[in-house]
Every structure is written in structure tokens, then in C-alpha cells.
């Protein structure tokens, strides 16, 4: 199959499910994978791209046993650990990521769920947040229940991320304390809550590419209309830390074919970026809309927002302020 003219069809309206043979995206010439990838961005998604920045708003002592995750206390791994931050702190870090352009601030917490105390303290931040920042704002926080997923719709909150990490088959080698369905009936849930899903996954965690397939096809399925990727960076003391890197071509073609199976998503580079030509430059031509940016990703310091929006400029992307 020619790849130039399956993005033409996809952008005339054609949509790949799993009845249809995937298997070429796995075969076919990366050149003209990301190109066509690229055009289905360019046509569907223009040349906006959409920048979020995080704030690890909660570090250490998870109860989950996720096999890549620094923060599980399930491994040694020397990570910082806090609880909820200082709402001040909060505030001046939301304040920064408004005045340098970028439209999404998220506060990320670790732990099977943010409750209690903490969970009222992060209500009250979004209000504040509100109040005072020109900003989207989002929330990653765990399993939470319909009731707070209203709370932080009331406060402000317009997205929520839950990723579902791989696919189907291959999460119970990555974790056992939780389900694949449990993150399913989530991002349902909320969607019915009226906030907009967030959901991706990390490859390079021993996961074949019938998996990464799986795991576009999934997301298409529940509509999901931000994607964020990450590439596993080994980290010493998880069961993973052995695992090697993956490498760019391989990146590439996970970007790309997830563009193809989810043409009208934000397809946004997340964490691993460092191993991408010119910081995910290479990513961006293959298909690429959306990133997180600046240096509170969770386990390394990625590219700065400056460098970042330089870098967009120059292949004559726009920030998106909707």
C-alpha cells in the first residue's frame, strides 16, 4: 500500500479500524510514512501545536506497582518524595508557563488516588489558578470518583489524563494492582463528567509493535483527542532499568502510525524526547501536534519552553491559544 495516497484517503475521510490490515504500517518505508503522516497533521490539525506544561504536585510512596515508574514504592529508587506542594509554588509555577505562551497547566500527582485533605487543598489551587492565570487548566490525579471529577470541572479544570500506558494484552506485564479496564471505565467516566480526555502511553517497555498498534487502535476507539507519548528512560531500581533505549527511526514510526489511526487527535511528545533529533524536531515532520514542554516532567529535564517555541517557529508552527 502507498502511504501517500492512505494519509489522501484519511484525510477525505477514511478511518482505519481493527478489522483493517495494520501490518504495513510496520513494513511500509519510513520516509514516506512520515511524510504522508505529516500531511494528515498539516490538513486535519493545521499548523498549530498545543503546549502543556506540568508540575509533579506530589512525588514518592506510590502504592502501585507500575514496572517503569521511579515514584512507585514498590521499587528503590531514591526519588524525591513530598505531599501535596504549597499552593503558592503551585501559583508561581502556572504563572510562568502563562507569560511564555503555553496553553495548559497541569498538576500531576503520584498514588492510586489524590484524596483527603490533599484533594480539597488542589481544589482550592485550581480556584486560585483560575482566578488568577490565563491558562487551560488540567489534572492528572489518579482513580478518581465521579464527585471529584465534578469538583475539578467546577474549579476550573478542562481536561483530565489518565494514561492507558500499552495495550490490553501487554498491561498485566506492567501492572498488577490495577486493571487495563479500570483506566478504560476512567476515561469514561471522565468524559461523562464533561472534561476532556487525555490519554496515552510509554513504548520502549518490552511491549511488541501488535501492542503499540493495539494501543492507537484503543485510543481511537474511546476517542481520545489528546495523545501523549512517552519513550521509556530505563530508571535504576524498576523491574525496567535494564531495558535499552529505544531508537529514533523506531520513535518515528510509533509517531507517525499513531497519527494515521488517530488523524484528528493531538498527537503530543511527552516524555524521552531527548532521544529525538534536534528535540523532537524529527517528530514534528511525522506527524507530531502537541508537546509538553519545560522541565517539570517527572523523571528528566526535557526541552526548555524558549527552546521550544524557537524550534516551532522555525518550522512555521503557531501556538495555540484555544
Not at 501487554?170 to 478504560?184: A, E, G, L, N, S
Amino acid at each position: 500500500m502507498d502511504m501517500r495516497t492512505l494519509a489522501r484517503d484519511i484525510i477525505a475521510g477514511r478511518r482505519l479500524t481493527r478489522q483493517d490490515d495494520l501490518s504495513v504500517f510496520l513494513t511500509c518505508e519510513l520516509e514516506a510514512l512520515c511524510q504522508g503522516a505529516d500531511e494528515i497533521r498539516e490538513a486535519l490539525s493545521g499548523n498549530r501545536v498545543d503546549l502543556c506544561a506540568i508540575i509533579n504536585g506530589r512525588s514518592g510512596r506510590c502504592p502501585e506497582d507500575c514496572s517503569y515508574c521511579a515514584q512507585s514504592a514498590w521499587h528503590n529508587t531514591q526519588c524525591a518524595v513530598y505531599d501535596f506542594l504549597p499552593e503558592e509554588d503551585i501559583a508561581a509555577a502556572c504563572a510562568r508557563s502563562a507569560r511564555e505562551g503555553i496553553n495548559r497547566f497541569s498538576i500531576v500527582t503520584a498514588g492510586r488516588a489524590l484524596s483527603g485533605a490533599e484533594f480539597d487543598r488542589a481544589i482550592h489551587a485550581y480556584e486560585t489558578l483560575r482566578r488568577t492565570c490565563r491558562i487551560h487548566l488540567c489534572a492528572s490525579m489518579g482513580f478518581l470518583s465521579d464527585e471529584q471529577l465534578h469538583r475539578l470541572r467546577a474549579a476550573g479544570v478542562t481536561s483530565y489524563h489518565h494514561n492507558i500506558e500499552t495495550s490490553r494484552r501487554y498491561f498485566p506485564q506492567i501492572c498488577t494492582t490495577h486493571t487495563y479496564d479500570m483506566k478504560v471505565d476512567m476515561l469514561r467516566r471522565v468524559k461523562a463528567a464533561g472534561l476532556r480526555a487525555c490519554s496515552g502511553g510509554i513504548i520502549g517497555m518490552g511491549e511488541t509493535w501488535e501492542d503499540r498498534l493495539d494501543m492507537a487502535v484503543s485510543l481511537a476507539e474511546l476517542d481520545i483527542r489528546s495523545i501523549p507519548l512517552n519513550v521509556l528512560l530505563p530508571v535504576a531500581g524498576t523491574p525496567l532499568a535494564q531495558l535499552p533505549r529505544l531508537r529514533e527511526p523506531e520513535i518515528l514510526r510509533t509517531v507517525a502510525l499513531f497519527r494515521y489511526l488517530n488523524p484528528e487527535a493531538d498527537i503530543r511528545l511527552a516524555a524521552g524526547r531527548a532521544l529525538l533529533s534536534g528535540n523532537g524536531e524529527s517528530a514534528f515532520r511525522a506527524g507530531a501536534s502537541a508537546a509538553i514542554t519545560g522541565d517539570m516532567l517527572t523523571t528528566a529535564a526535557c526541552a526548555t519552553v524558549r527552546s521550544d517555541r524557537a524550534m516551532l517557529r522555525a518550522m512555521g508552527r503557531v501556538l495555540t491559544t484555544e
